[in-house]
């Protein structure tokens, strides 16, 4: 058949539908039928299902003149999607091709909600189009015979890859697909991104620098503007507005009547807990919602959440409270308004939101912008800015994860075994490991094999062994079933069930926060009020209860920070108001929400500045809580965590000296109970770049941060074991904290490199050090304003009330104990 | 650096280590050594670092060159888990230490008092001596003062500016003392210290009183 003919076929199907296809998808499924590999930019709701599962079609229909009678078994296509819970959607728009083009073509879902007896099933028999997450392709690839799965498999896509491209769930579909390219000749690799920063650098990462996959393949762009309206509430006291808070409660009244205007209104909180009071306050507000809100986050019962989901296409609900836990899939096509409370910290996130309403062709996305504080205000004005300029972040690929290497190294030592001269091939063609030296390689295999890198003449180290043909591979049963369980890149605090003595599920909660509570103990938790009455085996039993209260789970890893776009926007939108003040007039009018923030600024202006672009603020006060030192770069919380410590650090070289710090997106804090000498700060250049990885690597806090890396690290790579989920298997004796196991390393083996990640990821990921770079970089060329005031400033605020806090210290250690125990708390 | 502390008339001196020496009976007490414990996780596919192992040993070794005691007691989880390699190592120390020794077992002793009593170790569930109780798990009993460990002790200390510091400790309660683990693959249970309780944290080779 000609490509002609074939075209014929998907163009007369969408006449049947009343559709017509985009030039978007005409043009991938040219591509694809060409046998190229591509990545193809195209928003949520686009159609961008239709754009890939046709060509995937025909190309079978192609090489089956007798699709309609003749059907050879086996995986043709997979389709990779990092949620679960959009597999069911994209199974139905494959299943409409397949079933009206009577191609007899199976589809089938295999995730870790998939049973085991379908898996089974399954195993006997492929789908012929299999929808999996990346987790799921691991575990097949630790299958015994998984080549015989994969070997006439034509086309794998990667859909939302811009949320993988970023982490390691990213690294695991790179080093699949590095295996997959030897085993299936025929596959084409094709991703589907949403609009970020670096789309050509989101093709090589998918293809492979360097690759013949990369030469062969293309990038397509759907190109469908969308307008979108953003619109900020603005407080109409400023005066009484909240300097400081992340809740956003103060406003919950402007919201009422967005709600009432529209069909459905979604209103996104960037965490979990906020999620939980803004629902529970909406209903104690105005019972007369009952039945018509709803909340969604991540940590709800999936039944609960398909529930709530499915009500929004009804258009049963009127509102839902919700987290980025909607932020991806699934179209709702009644919901009308969106509603973000609080900063969503970068552009893309914000976009994608704002998509979510007016999901219609041609129809307008209208987003309210709702402050938490008055600050917050500013943050508004910037992202009206962005959305205008399209200013849309990058995601930073990971490279040299060794943690996913190891895991996926004893994954292919569960199944088939392997060589390692084959394998050091793939994966140095792979993006993450393009620069992976032969030493590294070396040491990766005696860990998996040796567990050390000296061989010891004793030890019982058990894990992969090498056999007489120099195949590496798993013999022992019980690792090889320990390592199934473990397989995947997403680690979270140790999860527990919640529910109802008498049964029925609520959700998930981490285990910190039930450690806090004493049974009795009521708290907030799926917009219900529980009583906590007891934990057994990793459940926890509460009934419902009558009793108000003000206990809210909180999740770790809630905290977002500034992207570099975002902080650079809010910078001027800041700088806006200090020379709105002056008489330029060829400066653009500031903002409405400048405009309303002049009061603050007034207060600002009165012990302090509102600094211009030359101008580098620095404020000194003292309260009951010690002596305050606060910087304003402005460059997000992860850039002045790092510059917090780095300067810290700096400090404490002059004098002995212990700070706490704290932070914000605007800013960082260091306190301490002794003052500190601001000028000589000033004049030795603590700023400076130079020495300023050694710097960094010296303070404190560093180590600590990479503590924190590590608990990932060392799950990913299995030196942490998890446990089985829901299998209740006591594994008592192997149960140890990756903090005590960050020790030990720190202690016994600082040049293990997977200790040693943990720091790079510090630096890399966590400290920006490229960012923070370039920060210093700008502050050189900015004059320093230090003021020194009588009280806490309006800018301040949020940031000295912040209670997580690191701490840095150049004092030895009995001398801090000493003073500290004259403070010591006793019950 | 160690401290002296009375206790019942009795004098005890507090190593940093986290052993306790009871000079009047020429005694040193241990507490959740958790030998075996990296071969263990090894055995099972967690490469903790080899050295780990010796760190153990020779900590014992310091500390019995410290104070040269007569006899030793150790207070539970002296072995982490099953039979292992470790216990070869074990094996030559008790023959070369030349001891009296004396295991009060723990939750985690699952191996056998019988292969104990082959080199010589006495193994009970409790001893009373001179009005005090030795155990694992700390236990009140009138008229005996308590000696235990299990727990894995720690404080936190808070100070001004919002720090806070983290350390293993002696725990005295009424009637009770808690020693540290004395493991190097061990962790810490933080305590909220009651009224009329006292610690004694280990810091920088130091036993200090908080």
Request: net charge positive.
């Amino acid at each position: 058949m000609t490509q002609k003919q074939l075209f014929e076929i998907a163009i007369s199907w969408f006449k049947q539908q009343k559709w017509t296809p985009f030039p978007f998808q005409k043009d991938t499924w040219t591509a694809f039928l060409q046998g190229k590999h591509g990545l193809l930019n195209a928003p949520t709701g686009s159609g961008k299902t239709y754009a890939l599962w046709f060509p995937i079609v025909l190309n079978y229909i192609r090489n089956n003149r007798e699709y309609k009678t003749r059907h050879p078994k086996g995986i043709k296509a997979i389709w990779i999607t990092p949620l679960r819970a959009l597999s069911q959607e994209i199974r139905q728009s494959a299943e409409r091709i397949t079933l009206d083009l009577e191609t007899g073509l199976t589809v089938g879902i295999r995730t870790g909600d998939t049973s085991s007896r379908e898996r089974a099933t399954q195993r006997k028999t492929m789908p012929d189009l299999l929808i999996t997450t990346p987790e799921s392709l691991h575990l097949l690839l630790a299958t015994k015979g998984y080549d015989q799965i994969f070997k006439d498999c034509t086309a794998i896509v990667v859909d939302e890859w811009h949320e993988l491209l970023g982490t390691k769930r990213g690294v695991q579909v790179e080093l699949a697909l590095s295996r997959l390219k030897a085993i299936a000749p025929e596959m084409r690799i094709w991703g589907i991104s949403a609009t970020i920063g670096n789309l050509e650098e989101a093709r090589e990462v998918l293809m492979g620098p360097q690759t013949a996959a990369l030469q062969n393949s293309t990038l397509i762009k759907a190109n469908l503007r969308k307008k979108i309206t953003v619109i900020s509430i603005i407080p109409k006291e400023m005066e009484t507005f909240p300097w400081t808070g992340h809740l956003g409660l103060r406003l919950l009244e402007e919201v009422i009547p967005i709600i009432n205007k529209s069909k459905t209104t979604l209103l996104f909180t960037n965490t979990r807990s906020q999620c939980e009071i803004w629902f529970r306050k909406l209903l104690d507000t105005h019972p007369e919602y009952a039945g018509e809100i709803a909340m969604h986050h991540g940590s709800i019962h999936k039944e609960t959440r398909i529930w709530v989901e499915q009500a929004i296409r009804n258009e049963s609900l009127r509102a839902v409270v919700c987290t980025s836990s909607l932020d991806l899939g699934v179209d709702f096509a009644p919901v009308e308004t969106v509603v973000q409370i609080g900063g969503p910290k970068g552009v893309a996130r914000f976009l994608q939101r704002a998509g979510r309403s007016g999901h219609r062709p041609g129809k307008e996305s209208v987003i309210y912008f709702l402050p938490t504080h008055a600050i917050e205000l500013v943050e508004a004005s910037a992202l009206k800015q962005a959305v205008k300029q399209q200013a849309v972040e990058d995601r930073i690929p990971y490279l040299n994860s060794f943690d996913v290497l190891v895991q996926y190294l004893i994954t292919l030592a569960v199944s088939d075994g392997f060589f390692p001269d084959d394998i050091w091939r793939e994966v140095q063609g792979t993006f993450c490991y393009q620069a992976m030296t032969l030493d590294e390689w070396h040491w990766l295999l005696n860990f998996i094999v040796l567990g050390s890198q000296s061989l010891q003449t004793y030890d019982e180290y058990k894990k992969v062994v090498v056999e007489a043909d120099g195949r590496f591979r798993v013999t022992n049963k019980g690792i090889a079933m320990r390592h199934r369980f473990q397989i995947g890149t997403i680690v979270g605090d140790a999860n527990l069930t919640v529910r109802y003595q008498k049964g029925g599920y609520i959700g998930t909660i981490e285990e910190s926060f039930i450690s806090k509570l004493s049974p009795g103990d009521v708290f907030t938790f799926a917009g219900r009020n529980l009583e906590f009455i007891r934990m057994k085996e990793m459940q926890v039993h509460v009934r419902n209860s009558t009793k108000k209260t003000r206990k809210v789970p909180s999740w770790m890893g809630g905290r977002l920070t500034l992207s570099a776009r975002m902080s650079e926007l809010l910078r001027q939108e800041l700088y806006s108001a200090a020379t709105s003040s002056g008489d330029n007039p060829r400066k653009p009018a500031p903002s409405a929400e400048i405009i309303a923030l002049a009061p603050l600024f007034d207060r600002q202006r009165q012990e302090s500045i509102v600094p211009d672009p030359g101008q580098f603020l620095i404020e000194t006060f003292k309260t009951q809580d010690g002596y305050h030192h606060i910087f304003y770069p402005f460059e997000g919380r992860f850039v002045h965590e790092a510059m917090g410590s780095l300067l810290s650090y700096r400090i404490s070289l002059l004098a002995p000296i212990t700070f706490s710090l704290a932070f914000n997106d605007y800013g960082f804090e260091l306190l301490s109970d002794k003052e500190l000498d601001m000028q000589q700060v000033l004049d030795n250049e603590l700023f400076t770049v130079e020495y300023l990885f050694d710097d960094l690597q010296k303070s404190l806090n560093a180590t600590e941060m990479a503590r924190r890396k590590f608990r990932d690290i060392a799950v990913i790579s299995g030196m942490v074991f998890t446990g089985y989920p829901a299998k209740n298997i006591k594994m008592k004796h192997l149960q140890s904290g990756s903090q005590l196991l960050f020790d030990v390393f720190r202690e016994y083996e600082p040049d293990n490199l997977l200790f040693r990640q943990a720091f790079r990821e510090t630096f890399e990921h966590q400290l920006e050090e490229g960012r923070l770079r370039l920060a210093l970089e700008r502050i050189a060329g900015q004059e320093i304003v230090w003021k020194d005031c009588k009280n806490p400033t309006p800018f301040s605020f949020p940031i000295i009330t912040d209670r997580l806090r690191e701490t840095l210290s150049s004092e030895k250690l009995a001398d801090r104990i000493r003073r500290m125990t004259a403070k010591l708390t006793r019950r | 650096m160690t401290r002296t502390i009375s206790l019942q008339d009795q004098q005890f001196i507090l190593h940093p280590s986290g052993a306790i020496y009871w000079p009047q009976q020429s005694l040193l007490l241990i507490s959740d050594v958790h030998l075996g414990k990296v071969s263990h996780f090894r055995k099972f596919g967690a490469a903790v670092p080899v050295s780990a192992i010796r760190r153990n040993f020779e900590m014992l070794g310091e500390t019995m060159a410290f104070f040269n005691p007569k006899k030793i007691c150790f207070l539970g989880d002296l072995f982490h888990s099953y039979l292992n390699g470790e216990w070869a190592f074990f094996e030559s120390w008790v023959q070369s230490s030349n001891l009296e020794i004396i295991l009060v077992s723990g939750n985690h002793d699952i191996i056998s008092p019988l292969k104990y009593q082959a080199l010589g170790i006495k193994v009970v569930h409790e001893w009373e001596l001179q009005g005090f109780l030795l155990t694992h798990h700390p236990e009140e009993r009138t008229g005996f003062y308590n000696f235990s460990g299990h727990m894995h002790p720690a404080v936190t200390l808070r100070g001004k500016g919002r720090q806070s510091l983290r350390l293993p400790c002696f725990y005295l309660r009424k009637m009770q003392l808690i020693l540290p683990a004395f493991g190097a693959f061990t962790g810490t249970h933080v305590f909220e210290m009651e009224q009329d309780d006292e610690a004694f944290a280990i810091a920088d080779a130091t036993v200090i009183k908080i």
